[in-house]
């Protein structure tokens, strides 16, 4: 499963936040995998996107970071995937889908 982990630097410390990770890398635990991340632009968050199917990977990830960062979780699904399962009821009516 994804999730949209989204950080808030506490103090606005991008440079504690920043150090503590060239120090000591991500510290993920085995089984939760980093996909993609992005920062503001004002370096006042991070929105990182990770896969897992434990969410007790996600607790015993975002601990270590507890003292720097403030976390939201929030699982999402691809557009894509939410598409095709809207699909069959945008216009239950009609026998052949619109064409994307």
């Known amino acids: 499963m994804l999730f949209m982990v989204v950080e808030r630097f506490k103090n606005q ?3 504690a936040v920043y150090r503590r990770a060239a120090e000591k890398g991500r510290m993920m635990p085995e089984g939760l995998t980093y996909v993609e991340s992005w920062v503001e ?58 064409p994307e």
């Open 13 to 15: 410390d991008a440079l």
């Open 41 to 98: 632009a004002n370096f006042d968050g991070c929105f990182q996107l990770v896969e897992c199917e434990d969410a007790a990977l996600l607790q015993a990830w975002i601990v270590q970071w507890n003292d720097l960062v403030e976390t939201e979780i929030v699982p999402v699904v691809h557009s894509h995937e939410t598409s095709e399962r809207l699909r069959p009821f945008l216009y239950p009516d009609e026998v052949e889908p619109r």
